[in-house]
């Protein structure tokens, strides 16, 4: 099965185009993933038949694919204790095709400016008496393709169905349970909000003036409760445009790789040439140092050390029982003699002497 490391090293040499310090670094750490150009390698031992096993370490570089799904398990077993008793709602907001250019000509400043217009909106939204009425909480994270890899920033926020009232003595439940808030009043409160800061950056020059009487898209959905929420924002958090395991073929020159069309729910495949294949991948690598994922309002972690205050305030406010929680485990390393769990007890560097592991 090809991978995207292996067409990396092809052609990181034959690239033309110029790449920001971000783009060089994720290249280099993809080809190096779990080979001995990382320079180290995790000792696992058997405790039952005394087996063991070596394996290079991940680069750990968010841009890669090979990290994505340890990046999901950890990520998921952290929100574990976070869960609420409740079904979660899943708004998405996208920006138009006409802010795309501004986005990759400036995006450490148009993704911040876009995480806090479409947050201040919810919020302020939430907060009218009209809709809900109520302080919310969320958890938003960026993502930048579609599914064929093309360029589509929208933000994925996570949000608790409902939120504690004005006053703080209660929680107050959305009016149905198929969505939190209406998607029309919503993008429009963004458009507005998103229109003035992009002023104050002075990017307005660069933006078609017909993109701000032209109707936005947003959706609101109910993703159920408890881990399942979280299990279906995961990927959305760490994961990259591509996995390996969805390259289907590459042939040193052409790259055929599958996805499934939104629309039709159809496996599609794609084949583009490898240096237009890197280069797409390459549009989706963020700004050193840039939060992809952020927390707010009663999630946000000035407020982690309330949330047994806040499952209260849910038990005590609702007619029905909580749903049954479903508790996530993260899947252990089994021995492939007897299968047994193995246990992690060196990282063993070429730089360096052994460093023992806590069991």
Known sequence: MPELA??????????????SKEQIRAIHDICACRTPEVGHQMLYLCPNCGDHHLAWQSCGNRNCP????????????????EMLPIDYFMITMTLPSELHHVCLSFPRKVYKAFFA?????????????????????????????????????HIHFLIPGGGISKDGKY????????????????MKLFKGKLKALLESLGFLEHIPPSIWRKPWVGD???????????????????????S????????????????????????????????????????????SGFQKTRYYGILG?????????????????????????EVFEAPPILCKKCGTEMLRRFLLSTRGPPQKIAS
């Open 6 to 19: 292996t067409i990396f090293r092809d052609w990181r040499m034959r690239l033309s185009l110029p790449l």
């Open 171 to 186: 929680w107050v439940f959305p009016r149905t349970s198929k969505f939190l808030v209406h998607s029309k009043p919503l």
């Open 117 to 153: 217009a479409a947050s201040e909106s919810i919020k302020e939204l939430a907060i009218d008496k009209r809709f809900l009425g109520a302080n919310v909480g969320m958890i938003g994270t960026l993502q930048t393709w579609r599914r064929d890899g093309e360029f589509h920033p």
């Open 244 to 287: 390996n395991n969805r390259i289907e073929d590459y042939d040193g020159e052409n790259v055929t790789f599958r996805y499934t069309n939104s629309k039709t729910n159809e496996t599609t495949r794609r084949t583009m040439h490898a240096k237009a294949f890197i280069y797409m991948f390459l549009r989706h690598v963020l700004p």
């Open 220 to 242: 609101c959905k109910n993703v159920g409760n408890g881990m399942s929420s979280f299990k279906y924002i995961g990927p959305y958090t760490q994961r990259v445009f591509i």
């Open 66 to 81: 090979k990290c994505g799904n340890d990046k999901v398990t950890k990520w998921l077993a952290k929100r574990q204790n």
């Open 301 to 325: 972690s000035a407020c982690k050390g309330t949330l047994r205050e806040i499952r209260l305030l849910i038990l005590t406010s609702r007619s029905q029982p909580p749903p049954e929680p």
